[in-house]
């Protein structure tokens, strides 16, 4: 097996990249843990279409502006609880 054949056998299939960053994927649910929210209660505080909140969780593209409300609404749900 030559160092091209290993190379390629270690790397990570092209549909990963496809499907959006999961890594904003895990930073929503954690935010949504954190704010003791589901998916569909959050879609509703955020406004938006629960199937918009189910791809964001999924893996789509997530909006900077998603992550800054998410932030947000975690940082109430402390103050509400302090």
Known sequence: ??????AERHQAPAHDVEYGNPTEAMVVRELLA????GQRAAARELGINERTMRGYCAGD??????ILALERLVDLQRRVAD
Do not use: I
Not at 1 to 6: G, L, P, S, W, Y
């Open 1 to 6: 097996m030559n160092a091209v054949n290993e």
């Open 34 to 37: 954190q704010a003791n929210l």
């Open 61 to 66: 593209r997530v909006p900077r502006v998603v």
